[in-house]
């Protein structure tokens, strides 16, 4: 049986069982992609990781984590106008990041051809908001493929890039959570390997490139123009899909989820009404929808968060005269959240309760399910960092979060961090904090991932300006919420072994004359130092660092003679102080009913943090699973 790698360079077709993040690398190599670029963020880390099991000698392109997505964006911006096919992807917030590159782009004549490839996070799955990143196609007057599953993500990214070859633009391949981790039976091309050369083709006389004033609208009308072509061909690389159930009263404009979810809720219904399935979502097919309109006499726009077909469906109506009752979102609720299955089954009960009186009964309300909070894993170094630190801060003390792992640190009992924006974001809203403010200490928070990714500036920023705040930064040595890939200061990029850029060099290099680097483990002098560090009059830094016990885990499980070890409670000793399960709160711990307390050897991994967060000395020194002590 072939490994993932191996089938993603298969010659000959097959059919194989996908998800959406691995069935798009085979379009990338059944296209041509020569160069892809990104920052790691939920829901797209498995494309790397669909890309990391391909051996990095036999790829048929480059790829690389770049430090943020802005610098991923111009990594592949450069690539497309030296001649080459190239594609960047990252999450949903990811786009604000890169969006002062990505706005220009359509202004560029891409000779190669660029697919932007964006995570959107419908119902903030993992995402601090749940924003629609369609207005940015909109303002960039850039066009946009929606797929709705593997099979749609596979043949909607050749078809965009083909669109991006052909007019040497960008073109956005929108995919949503569910879509992305969406499993299904695929069935792929044969594919042949191009002969690439390493020729430079990039030639100023393709530009230009210098958007000036005196340039820029020339530039801008060139995008207008594209856009304008592009619309008037979208019926046909649009890949939109018209089901004709011969109702002529009622019919859903849709694509994406929403069609999957509506095609669930109408299996058994025996009044369906024609569907319309937008494939572009962007410029829109206006002959098509004009003809759709013009056929029906209602229309359900069902589409997820903003109202964005829905506004232009209206218009093309009032424009072209039609009448048609057109119907789109009518609470704050069709506003917000993923369109599953049961939102989409509550819509149509509302408006046509015929269509969804068929429906399951599963569908009429969510399942309740019982509260599952997140928490840092077991031996989690930042559970020991916020522990330690909490000794040191008054309760007043204003704390900042950031970004991270860590940002889990606002959870009680630690309640470290009492507002977040976005990565990096920390350091600059302290400084803000700090102004006008003699008495509360302002102590803000910053992953290592983060501080390369965004957070370098507001250092420099609260360095350059003097403004009296501690930063902590939790270093963990690895990019650890979305998936362990290396960052600046691990000694390692995506391909091979690279030159170290130590936080604190880095630190140091800027300046900052007071920096206090300790091990999280280390609880005593961890908690000294913050006390150092706030005390300090001006801008003081603290690294607090330990490695991610997760991905340390997994590493040593794989070697050879590795023995599962966990800690124990002495119930003689132990007085039920429970400072383990209610300040600690490490998740290994169970508080019995009566009070005692035991260790979940399921979850425990024996680091012994704990031992030094006992009162009482109840939790005995790690042993293996046969009873040795370690």
């Known amino acids: 049986m072939k490994n993932l790698g191996e089938m993603l360079l298969q010659r000959e077709a097959f059919s194989e069982i996908v998800m959406g993040n691995t069935a798009i690398v085979r379009a990338m190599i059944e296209a041509g992609t020569r160069v892809i670029t990104s920052y790691p963020g939920s829901p797209t880390p498995e494309i790397a990781s669909a890309i990391a099991a391909i051996k990095k000698e036999d790829r048929p392109f480059y790829f690389e984590f770049s430090t943020n997505e802005k ?42 051809g660029m697919v932007v490839v964006l995570g959107d996070d419908p119902g903030a799955n993992s995402s601090q908001n749940e924003q629609d990143n369609r207005h940015f196609a909109r303002m960039s007057y850039t066009p946009i493929f929606e797929p709705a599953n593997p099979t749609e993500v596979y043949h909607f990214y050749k078809a965009a890039a083909a ?32 002969v690439f050369d390493k020729t430079p083709r990039f030639d100023v006389n393709n530009g230009p490139y210098m958007p000036l004033t005196s340039l820029v609208f020339p530039m801008k009308r060139r995008a207008l123009q594209n856009l304008s072509q592009i619309a008037s061909m979208s019926e046909k690389v649009g890949q939109h899909h018209r089901v004709n159930n011969q109702n002529r009263q009622k019919a859903i404009i849709t694509f994406g989820l929403p069609y999957l979810s509506l095609l669930d809720v109408l299996e058994e219904s025996g009044g369906k009404p024609d569907i319309l399935k937008l494939g572009m ?66 819509i149509l009960r509302n408006l046509w309760p015929e269509m969804a009186a068929a429906a399951p009964a599963s569908l009429a309300a969510p399942l309740p399910v019982p509260a599952r909070p997140a928490q840092m894993c077991p031996g989690c170094g930042h559970r020991s960092a916020f522990h330690a630190i909490k000794q040191a801060l008054a309760p007043a003390d204003i704390k900042v979060a950031d970004i ?117 483990y280390q609880q005593q002098k961890l908690t000294d130092a913050v006390k150092e560090a706030v005390a300090v009059e001006g801008f003081a830094v603290v690294i607090a660092k330990h490695p991610c016990m997760l991905k340390l885990m997994r590493e040593q499980r794989r070697k050879d003679g590795f023995q599962a070890r966990m800690v124990s409670i002495d119930k003689k000793t132990c007085d039920h102080q429970h400072v383990c399960v209610s300040n600690f709160a490490c998740p290994t711990f169970i508080l019995n009913p009566d009070g005692s307390v035991d260790v979940n050897p399921d979850l425990c991994i024996g680091d012994g943090s704990c031992l030094q967060t006992c009162p009482s000395k109840a939790i005995n020194r790690p042993q293996n699973r046969e009873g040795n002590k370690e």
């Open 71 to 112: 610098v991923a964006t111009e990594v592949a911006y450069g690539a497309a106008i030296n001649g080459h096919l190239s594609t960047v992807f990252f999450k949903s917030v990811g786009l604000n990041v890169a969006s002062d590159t990505f706005v220009q782009l359509n202004l560029m004549n891409l000779t190669g």
């Open 163 to 194: 669109l991006a070859q052909q007019l040497h633009i960008p073109v956005i391949l929108r995919l949503t959570t569910h879509v992305c981790h969406a499993k299904e039976k695929v069935a792929f091309a044969a594919w042949q390997p191009a």
């Open 281 to 346: 979502i962007y410029p829109l097919p206006v002959a098509l929808l004009e003809e759709f309109l013009r056929s029906h006499e209602e229309v359900l726009v069902l589409e997820e968060l903003d109202d964005l077909i829905e506004g232009e469906v209206k218009r093309i109506a009032f424009e072209k005269q039609i009448k048609v009752k057109i119907h789109g979102k009518t609470d704050v609720e069709s506003w917000v959240g993923e369109y599953t299955a049961d939102k989409v089954a509550g």
């Open 404 to 520: 991270g792992c860590h940002t889990l640190g606002f959870m009680p009992p630690y309640n470290m961090g009492e507002m977040l924006m976005c990565m990096g974001a920390s350091t600059g809203i302290a400084a803000g904090l700090s102004l006008f403010n003699d008495s509360r200490r302002v102590v803000c928070f910053l992953g290592d991932s983060t501080f390369f990714h965004a957070g370098i500036p507001g250092i420099i920023n609260a360095l350059f300006n003097r403004h009296n705040i501690t930063l902590i930064v939790m270093e963990n040595g690895t990019t650890a919420m979305t998936g362990h890939q290396d960052h600046a200061a691990t000694g390692r990029n995506f391909n091979d072994l690279t030159e170290k850029i130590p936080v604190r060099s880095v630190l140091e290099g800027l300046g900052i004359k007071h920096i206090f680097e300790v091990d999280t």
